[in-house]
C-alpha cells in the first residue's frame, strides 16, 4: 500500500515538474521534443539566440535531477523500510518505472500528443510529428536505463547506509 501512495505522490510531483515550465513557454523542453520538430525550431531564425541556451539548461538540469533523484529515492526506500539491496532495487525501480509509464502514457501520449498549448509558433503544420508516439516511447525505454542506472546507484547508498549503520552501532 506505501509504494502505491508513494507512485501517486511521485506521479503527481513529476506532473508539477513538467507541465507548469512547458504550459508557459513550450521552449523551456525543447530539447525533449521530437526530433523533426526540434530541428524546424532550430532552423527559425526568431528562435536561434535561445536555443543554445535551452539546450544547455536542459542538459544541466537532467544531470541535477539524476543525482538529486538518486539521493530522493534513497531516501524513499530507506523510510519505506527496505534495508537489502535487492529491497531497495526493487522498491526504487517499481517506483521510477511507474512514474516513466505515467509520463509515457498520460503526459507524452496522451497531454502532448494531443495539446495546441505544446505547439511552438512556425510548427503548426507538424500535426503528424506532434501526434507521432514514437519519439515518446523511444523516450520511455531510455528512461528506463536512467531507472536502472538510479536504482542501483540508490540501492548502493543504502548498502554503505547499512554498512555505517553497523559500524557505528
Not at 544541466?60 to 538529486?68: G, N
Amino acid at each position: 500500500m506505501v509504494l502505491i501512495i508513494e507512485c501517486i505522490i511521485l506521479c503527481g510531483l513529476f506532473t508539477l515538474m513538467v507541465l507548469p515550465p512547458l504550459y508557459k513557454n513550450p521552449l523551456n523542453c525543447i530539447m525533449s521534443y521530437p526530433t523533426a520538430i526540434r530541428q524546424r525550431v532550430e532552423s527559425l531564425p526568431q528562435y536561434q539566440p535561445a536555443i543554445r541556451k535551452y539546450r544547455t539548461k536542459h542538459i544541466a538540469t537532467k544531470m541535477l535531477f539524476i543525482s538529486l533523484c538518486i539521493i530522493f529515492m534513497a531516501i524513499i526506500a530507506w523510510f519505506s523500510g527496505s534495508r537489502t539491496f535487492i529491497e531497495a532495487f526493487a522498491h526504487i525501480f517499481i517506483l521510477f518505472f511507474v512514474v516513466n509509464i505515467y509520463d509515457l502514457l498520460i503526459l507524452d501520449i496522451w497531454l502532448f500528443c494531443h495539446n495546441k498549448r505544446v505547439i511552438i509558433p512556425g510548427t503548426e503544420d507538424m500535426v503528424r510529428e506532434y501526434k507521432n508516439p514514437i519519439h515518446h516511447i523511444r523516450g520511455a525505454i531510455i528512461g528506463t536505463l536512467i531507472g536502472l542506472i538510479i536504482a542501483l546507484a540508490s540501492s548502493g547508498i543504502i548498502v554503505l547506509v547499512n554498512i555505517l549503520v553497523q559500524l557505528y552501532t
